[in-house]
T-cell receptor, first 115, second 115 residues
Framework: AQSVAQPEDQVNVAEGNPLTVKCTYS??????LFWYVQYPNRGLQFLLK??????LVKGSYGFEAEFNKSQTSFHLKKPSALVSDSALYFC?????????????FGTGTSLTVIP | DTAVSQTPKYLVTQMGNDKSIKCEQN?????MYWYKQDSKKFLKIMFS???????INETVPNRFSPKSPDKAHLNLHINSLELGDSAVYFC??????????????FGPGTRLLVL
């Protein structure tokens, strides 16, 4: 079965420190990987995606994510956290063997950046 | 202009009622989705339409009926509402690509509370 895991429900980090939000997946083939952010009472916003090529992907708002095929992980990172980064972060996976437009989302990680 | 819009933003109703949620996208996309986000923030796909054709229909009670009058609209009608239907419902859209690299764009959500 296809699945996406975000092992941490909550991540707290001090402002200015680096942050990491973890994501691992169990999907057949070589999937495409996405990160979305959800601010309170808002819809999900696209941050970045990995399709192919360089394992380090850069996205919006200074975020980047590192694809690790051997560990089937796609962790989200930012070198210096801002208070405004506090939000809910979702990892999503799109199996390339799937032709039914199916995206699988993780359960979300709530990031709190402490001033 | 909002890319993906949903109406209403909030919906409070009694058990047993029938209600509809509307979604419109002005991105020119050909694929639209409905997701349900429960109280634990878990996001699950319900339906997906491509060019007005249903292509994903997850295990959802048949009280839920999507309707796509055209490519830019995907409405969700819910009959005989139950307490467990209380959730945030997100509409999303994407432009289908044969290589599956498309990104989904989400609406702001409709917060449904069934009393």
């Amino acid at each position: 079965a296809q699945s996406v895991a975000q092992p941490e429900d909550q991540v707290n980090v001090a402002e200015g420190n680096p942050l990491t939000v973890k994501c691992t997946y169990s999907v057949s083939g070589n999937p495409y990987l996405f990160w979305y952010v959800q601010y309170p009472n808002r819809g999900l916003q696209f941050l970045l995606k990995y399709i192919t090529g360089d394992n380090l992907v850069k996205g919006s708002y200074g975020f980047e994510a590192e694809f690790n095929k051997s560990q089937t992980s796609f962790h989200l990172k930012k070198p210096s956290a801002l208070v405004s980064d506090s939000a809910l972060y979702f990892c999503a996976v799109r199996p390339t063997s799937n032709t039914g437009n199916q995206f699988y989302f993780g359960t979300g990680t709530s990031l709190t950046v402490i001033p | 202009d909002t890319a993906v819009s949903q109406t209403p933003k909030y919906l409070v109703t009694q058990m047993g009622n029938d209600k509809s949620i509307k979604c419109e996208q002005n991105l020119g996309h050909d694929t639209m989705y409905w997701y349900k986000q429960d109280s634990k923030k878990f996001l699950k796909i319900m339906f997906s339409y491509n060019n007005k054709e249903l292509i994903i229909n997850e295990t959802v009670p048949n009280r839920f009926s999507p309707k796509s009058p055209d490519k830019a609209h995907l409405n969700l009608h819910i009959n005989s509402l139950e307490l467990g239907d209380s959730a945030v419902y997100f509409c999303a859209s994407s432009q289908f690509l044969a290589d599956l690299k498309e990104t989904q764009y989400f609406g702001p959500g409709t917060r449904l509370l069934v009393l």
